[in-house]
């Protein structure tokens, strides 16, 4: 759902590109080419709003770069490690609802609204049409309708019916189609130039392309230049319908024509239903059509307008589908805040889905308890546990800063669990050791960014740490550092020098992850932590450009495991939330 409402999205704005090029034109248009031609322009237009697939066309050029729209990041998982120096509560869910999940709704609520609209509107008139109208019984206009048919070759069966709550001609029915007259006087002259208008109406099935371009407006209706599309196509097909009608008379002729549609549209009314033939189309639709009724200038054949118009709508639809392959695959997510009862049945669905994937080792006496969301081995509160699932890096794994017992799961060949076996102090001190160690080992990068910060501070105020455009794009030849940062507090580690410099200045501000910051990465100076999607930074990682660690109790306590997703050129493509598999790779 989301790909095909981003593609609706993308075949909105190319059409209404396409729309109003098209009525900024069509004056010009009107005095070279027919208006059969033009009318049929609008009925592909609608066509492409109707059809948002577009061709993949390569194109050798772009008419813009869109600007890369930083991507929220993939829902935590719940048994990731976010660090084994100092291990945190389990990782949880963030509270909120993706926009692109709201946004179909909206749009599926606002197309049930039109449909309903429509429909109601179209079936209050059609049962007032019945209740008013009556059937034609006068010899001389039933000849004057059978001649016409004759003279147009329908065969079909049209009814001509008088309604008395109407105030200006129409055909109506899309499958017994019937021509309604309202109750005025008319001569046997004005009666054959109505009665041909509305059975040209009927021959080219104008009832199906009004059909055609509510359904355009229907799926659409957030997009008001569809309704201005709507309108100028209805126009356009009146006149067309004159111009048919016209053809081969002279101009006193025009002249008579244009008076009987003047006298009839004198009691003005609006369109009761969208699915019908009306002679009034407002006073500007007015004035066009008579325009169009006395030029008697000869046209040319649109076709050339409507392969022109044809070849528009793929272009700009293409060109934006190209623009949109080069976007991160979810531009358009967003957050919305959840309410609390939406929140506690959220969590509460976290812990039943908990409970049902370590379900595997009750019968080795691992129990979750759902009340306090914690596990017990043997009546002991267990602190750190990890089970590797397969060859592929897959574990099951939580940890916490307190608890009795440490565990691991014990499987064989197969990957077959057969045990849980306790994991020594010295093992898991090993394992922190391991994490520490990798600290340290960029703790002087950190050091030697503060001495570049300090230095570029006298010259500009620039990063402290980085060449922001050479991690944008990607160039390893320009000046690249590795950062950390560690902050001391009662669990964790104490930093070697970096943490004097923070508890030192009242004003210190980080400046780590400057480069980043145009992908939604922003530095809370209060909390003195680097923030996504509010939610505190614990890990960033770059592959050969940076790699930031806080270790901080608030970013241990909820901080996320970032890494950054390149494209083939080594620019900055999206930011994305690090798997299990991920930072157990980068800690290990």
């Not at 455009?469 to 009662?490: F, L, P, R, Y």
């Not at 999206?574 to 800690?587: D, I, K, P, S, Y």
Request: aromatic residues 10%; charged residues 20%; contains cysteine.
């Amino acid at each position: 759902m989301r790909n095909f409402l981003t593609t609706l999205l993308q075949c909105s704005l190319s059409m209404s590109l396409v729309t109003l090029v098209y009525v900024a034109i069509l004056p010009l248009l009107s005095k070279r080419y027919a208006a059969k031609w033009r009318y049929m322009v609008w009925l592909a237009i609608a066509a492409g709003w109707i059809f948002p697939f577009r061709p993949h066309i390569k194109l050798p050029f772009l008419p813009m770069q869109i600007q890369k729209i930083p991507v929220e990041p993939m829902q935590p998982i719940v048994n990731i490690v976010p660090s084994m120096v100092n291990p945190g509560a389990i990782v949880t869910t963030p509270s909120t609802i993706p926009l692109w999940r709201v946004l179909p709704a909206i749009w599926i609520i606002g197309i049930i609204s039109a449909v309903a609209y429509h429909t109601l509107r179209h079936s209050r008139f059609m049962k007032m049409v019945r209740r008013w109208s009556e059937p034609i019984t006068d010899s001389g206009s039933l000849k004057i309708l059978e001649d016409l048919k004759a003279e147009l070759d329908i065969k079909a069966q049209v009814e001509l019916s008088l309604c008395q709550s109407i105030t200006s001609p129409m055909l109506v029915g899309f499958f017994h189609p019937a021509i309604l007259l309202p109750a005025i006087k008319t001569t046997d002259n004005d009666l054959y130039l109505i009665l041909k208008h509305e059975l040209i109406h009927f021959q080219r099935r104008d009832l199906w392309c009004k059909a055609l371009i509510l359904t355009a407006t229907t799926l659409h209706w957030f997009n008001p230049v569809v309704y201005l599309m709507s309108k100028a196509a209805a126009i356009q097909c009146e006149i067309s319908c004159d111009e048919l009608v016209l053809q081969g008379t002279d101009f006193q002729q025009r002249k008579q024509y244009g008076e009987t549609i003047l006298g009839i549209v004198r009691n003005g009314g609006k369109i009761q239903t969208t699915l019908s033939t009306n002679f009034y189309g407002g006073k500007k639709g007015m004035k066009n059509r008579i325009f169009s009724i006395m030029d008697t200038k000869q046209k040319k054949a649109g076709v050339v307008i409507l392969c022109m118009a044809l070849a528009g709508i793929i272009i700009t639809g293409a060109t934006l589908t190209a623009a949109a392959d080069k976007e991160p695959a979810y531009a358009f997510e967003g957050n919305i805040p959840l309410s609390d009862r939406e929140k506690a049945k959220q969590e509460q669905e976290r812990k039943e889905e908990k409970a049902k994937r370590y379900s595997i080792y009750t019968k080795f006496g691992l129990n979750y308890n759902q009340e306090n969301d914690r596990f017990y081995y043997n009546d002991q509160l267990v602190r750190f546990f990890a089970d590797k699932l397969d060859d592929k890096d897959s574990y099951n794994s939580f940890s916490y800063t307190e608890g009795d017992v440490d565990l691991r799961g014990v499987r064989n060949e197969k990957y077959e669990l057969i045990a849980l076996e306790p994991v020594s102090q010295k093992e898991y001190d090993q394992r922190t050791a391991k994490i520490q160690a990798f600290s340290e080992s960029l703790s002087e990068i950190q050091e030697s960014a503060i001495q570049e910060s300090e230095m570029q501070e006298n010259v500009g105020n620039e990063s402290i740490n980085t060449n922001s455009t050479a991690i944008e794009t990607g160039d390893s030849n320009k000046n690249i550092n590795g950062v950390i940062q560690e902050k001391a507090d009662s669990n964790g580690l104490t930093g070697n020098g970096s943490d004097a410099v923070e508890a030192g200045d009242p004003n210190y501000v980080d400046h780590s992850l400057n480069a980043y910051t145009k992908y939604g990465i922003s530095y809370d100076r209060d909390a003195e932590v680097w923030m996504y999607q509010d939610k505190p930074i614990h890990c960033l990682y770059d592959n050969g450009y940076t790699t930031f660690i806080d270790n901080s109790k608030v970013a241990l306590k909820d901080g996320l495991s970032l890494k950054v997703i390149r494209n083939s050129n080594a620019g900055i493509e999206q930011l994305a939330e690090m798997t299990e598999a991920e930072v157990n790779r980068l800690f290990n």
